[in-house]
């Protein structure tokens, strides 16, 4: 496969906090304690992971258990025994989403293999870990997936919910409506392994997280992605402890992170989470639903809010001890309770994360005294034969297409023009700016503080002439009806919803064209130092 890179400034909607994590700036230095640049620093980093090895003898055995019940490979069970034996882990995760959710939950999975892969090389023993985000309560996130379809923009699939307002995710069943579902997925990829799986997988009484994991059991045989449900009671047994701290500490931790988001806004940045006050880092799950704990502060004495319930603070760690699997983290929350539960090398993520992790930096070091560090997931769009074959008619760039349809409409409208047309343009551009470069140096003689004047008329011309063009391409994008549809299918493929592929588009969808082969070739093109999003070619 052919491939491409384009720098994330050319990239829509990217953040300047992750931008400046790329090039590792001055100004993002104090929010992480590594730069992007794996391979300086993945030795040293192992030094500093401290881990219980009855904490590693239980996590391993849940483990087990758990990729057992998912068919796990041979693989994936040597990489549990590797873990059990004393290797760091390389994580990643994902909400659960239908049918595996988008395309970048698989660069996502590829890329913790790489790492996991590089540490290896380097003398550090370290495997990949998928942490599935089943106690997440957004269930609009991820009952739906988008599904390439020959005409037009994805097809999008839902799946009807069987579970309480703000349950977590992970507990919600499918019904007997996931067989529709299915078989509409199913005519829409075609008859392949992947279809054959998501029949598999995605079974009334499943539930997301399960069918998820099902799924990407068969996915990642080959590559030994071991999967974590965090849902799991033992895990928060486990993990009761921390749970204790942050309700115990809640004063401190919350003036840590007002501390590190007024830090992140002086450097000009925005936080990810808001925080205030009466912030914690908990949820309880109260009669099946999700509930928020609020700290109530009341001079020296604190109580908290579950709901509308209140409580002191030794009714909640009395809750905590009794029933710890009711507790769950925030989002700042749920990165540090995995490194409790992991020996975690190194965390990779999107952009988003990376900003969580900007903000989650002072709960790590209160808690557990160190900081993972985060690294950037592989990012890239997809290039099929169709969608080239316009690129390449039109002299297409992939900044062009990313501006959106309505300016791929008017690119391709410009270079439909007849030839001779086209060209009296181009000869307008260059009498103009011959016309007056001379006329400049001239007036330059004469007056020299006329020159910017000059160059302004020169630069005010040149504008005419592009609108007039512009003007021009529009009334022959209304003529011709084969720019509207060439443009509508190079948009839908490659930028669809107006957004990156790899988040409109289903990874299956993919998969199902091309095979496992997809995945070897591009983990082929991960290379864990590169952070640029790449424009890969499939055939």
């Known amino acids: ?9 050319q990239i829509p909607h990217t953040t300047r906090l992750f931008l400046d994590y790329l090039s590792y700036a001055p100004s993002t230095r104090g929010f992480y304690p590594r730069s992007p640049i794996f391979s300086e620093w993945v030795m040293d980093e192992a030094q500093r992971v401290i881990y219980d090895d009855a904490r590693r003898a239980k996590v391993s055995e849940i483990l087990e258990r758990q990729n057992l019940a998912w068919g796990a490979s ?33 660069f996502k999975a590829l890329t913790a293999v790489k790492l996991a892969e590089q540490a290896t090389a380097a003398g550090v023993d370290c495997v990949p870990i998928f942490w599935l985000a089943t106690e997440d309560h957004d269930l609009a996130e991820v009952n739906h997936v988008g599904l390439a379809s020959e005409h037009g923009l994805p097809e999008k699939l839902a799946v009807e919910s ?12 499918l019904g007997s409506e996931i067989e529709s579902v299915v078989e509409r997925a199913a005519a829409l990829l075609g008859d392949s392994e992947i279809t054959t799986w998501l029949r598999q997988a995605y079974r009334p009484g499943e539930t997301l997280g399960s069918a998820f994991a099902l799924l990407f059991a068969r996915l990642f045989a080959d590559y030994g ?9 033992e895990f928060h047994a486990l993990a009761k402890p921390l749970f204790r701290a942050a309700a115990e500490r809640t004063a401190e ?21 808001k925080v205030t006050a009466a912030s914690t880092l908990l949820f309880e799950v109260k009669n099946g639903a999700r509930t928020v704990v609020r700290h109530k502060s009341n001079g020296s004495d604190s109580e908290f809010a579950v709901g509308e319930e209140r409580i002191s603070t030794g009714e909640l760690l009395q809750r905590i001890d009794q029933a710890p699997e009711s507790f769950n983290g925030n989002a700042l929350f749920r990165p540090v309770v995995q490194d409790y539960l992991l020996p975690t090398l190194v965390y990779t993520g999107g952009p988003a994360e990376v900003a969580y992790f900007a ?37 297409l760039s992939f900044p062009e297409v990313f501006q959106g349809p309505e300016n791929v409409r008017e690119v391709i409208s410009a270079h439909s023009l007849p030839p001779d047309l086209q060209t009296r343009f181009t000869e307008a551009h260059e009498n103009v700016y011959q016309t007056m470069t001379a006329l400049r140096e001239s007036i330059g003689k004469l007056d020299s503080t006329l020159i910017e004047t000059a160059e302004s008329a020169r630069s005010s011309m040149s504008h005419q002439i592009d609108r007039l063009q512009a003007r021009v391409a529009r009334a022959e994008q209304q003529r011709n009806e084969v720019i509207t549809r060439h443009a509508d299918a190079v948009s839908n493929a490659l930028f669809p919803n107006k957004d ?9 969808s993919f998969v199902a064209r091309y095979g496992r082969e997809l995945l070897a070739n591009l983990y082929e093109k991960i290379q864990p130092d590169c952070h ?4 890969i070619e499939v055939q």
């Open 162 to 173: 069987h579970g309480l307002h703000d349950a977590p995710v992970g507990r919600v069943k």
């Open 1 to 9: 496969m052919k491939s491409q890179c384009l720098p994330f400034q």
């Open 253 to 273: 931790l919350n003036q840590a992170l007002l501390a590190r988001g007024k830090a992140i806004e002086a450097a000009g940045y925005h936080q990810q989470v």
């Open 74 to 106: 041979p693989k994936i069970l040597a990489n549990i025994e590797r873990l059990r034996r004393g290797a760091f882990t390389a994580v990643t995760g994902q909400q659960v989403g239908l049918f595996g959710g988008p395309l970048f939950s698989i």
């Open 359 to 395: 903000q989650a930096a002072v709960i790590f070091e209160k808690l557990l005294g160190r900081v993972t560090p985060i690294l950037p997931r592989f990012s890239a769009t997809l290039l099929e034969a169709k969608p080239e074959r316009i690129l390449t008619r039109y002299q």
């Open 500 to 508: 990156l592929q790899e988040r409109e588009v289903g990874g299956v």
């Open 532 to 535: 640029d999003h790449q424009v």
């Open 225 to 233: 992605v071991i999967l974590l449900d965090p849902a799991d009671k």
